[in-house]
């Protein structure tokens, strides 16, 4: 049993709870476009967070029963109430507390597997997909979606947010994750044991072809810059004038008829033989 939380950038406040679950909804399109679990039947979601995926993926392949791990107790137990309120994802899944280094499961115990935005929070990835692999069986599909934090662009130039994207990256990377890991997880899959490793890079770029849901990302990317502030500034990564510089450069480039924003990540599939 794991007890306790973690080292977690964005922390686990109601707030951030909240965001996580509106982040599921506005990705889901570009997230699952080319995601099958149809040969599947017992899928295991690693960081299960407050299942704001689990209610996704229930929904998407209404023939699977799912068990979603995760470390934090407070993740956990909004997992539990968010799924209650949801007619179709009851008697569906099962959440457990547990290290994705070390899974309570036996050999062979899954036919699938689902990994997302996790890894960069992990301290040893190779491990966790080392884990996962034991746990499913030959044939098994799993799908890996990680960022790539370097692809980050936004127009006009705002150094204020540039700086902190930077501690932002840099606070992640130090306590034991890694903003940069959608790019490796070719190798790591491979190093992994799995096998016909697949990775597509997929990507926001917004203008003025799109002005409204442009206006909507950076809102969204403002919430998510900002639930790090606290930490950041706690450990003297950024100055508070470096995050209101940042929150009035994310305004006026919200307000700009010309602002651009353009954000990539990775998304795998590989087998298991």
């Not at 017992?42 to 023939?63: N, Y």
């Amino acid at each position: 049993m794991v007890t306790g939380e973690f080292p977690y950038i964005h922390g686990f406040s109601s707030e951030e709870q909240s965001r996580l679950t509106r982040q599921a909804r506005m990705f889901e399109n570009i997230l699952f476009n080319r995601i099958d679990f149809s040969e599947a039947k017992q899928l295991l979601e690693v960081g299960c967070g407050v299942g704001a995926q689990t209610e996704i993926l229930l929904r998407r392949f209404p023939h699977l029963e799912l068990t979603g791990v995760d470390r934090s107790e407070a993740q956990l137990a909004a997992a539990e109430r968010n799924l209650a309120q949801t007619a179709w994802c009851t008697s569906r899944y099962t959440l457990q507390q547990a290290d994705a280094t070390d899974l309570p499961f036996p050999d062979r115990s899954f036919d699938a597997a689902y990994l997302c935005w996790v890894l960069e929070h992990m301290p040893s990835p190779a491990r966790v997909l080392s884990e996962v692999r034991r746990v499913l069986s030959p044939g098994a599909v799993v799908y890996v979606t990680e960022v790539l934090n370097s692809s980050f662009f936004l127009d006009p130039y705002s150094p204020h947010l540039l700086r902190y994207w930077m501690a932002f990256n840099d606070y992640q990377y130090d306590s034991g994750g890694d903003p940069f890991i959608g790019a490796k997880l070719g190798n790591l899959l491979l190093a992994g044991g799995y096998r016909d490793v697949q990775t597509e890079v997929k990507s926001f770029h917004l203008d003025n072809r799109q002005p409204g849901k442009r206006k909507q990302m950076i809102e969204f990317w403002q919430e998510v810059l900002l639930s790090a502030a606290d930490q950041l500034v706690a450990a003297d990564k950024v100055d508070p004038a470096t995050v209101e510089g940042m929150r009035g450069e994310l305004q006026a480039v919200r307000n700009d008829p010309n602002a651009v924003f353009f954000f990539a990540f990775v998304q795998a599939r590989a087998l298991v033989y």
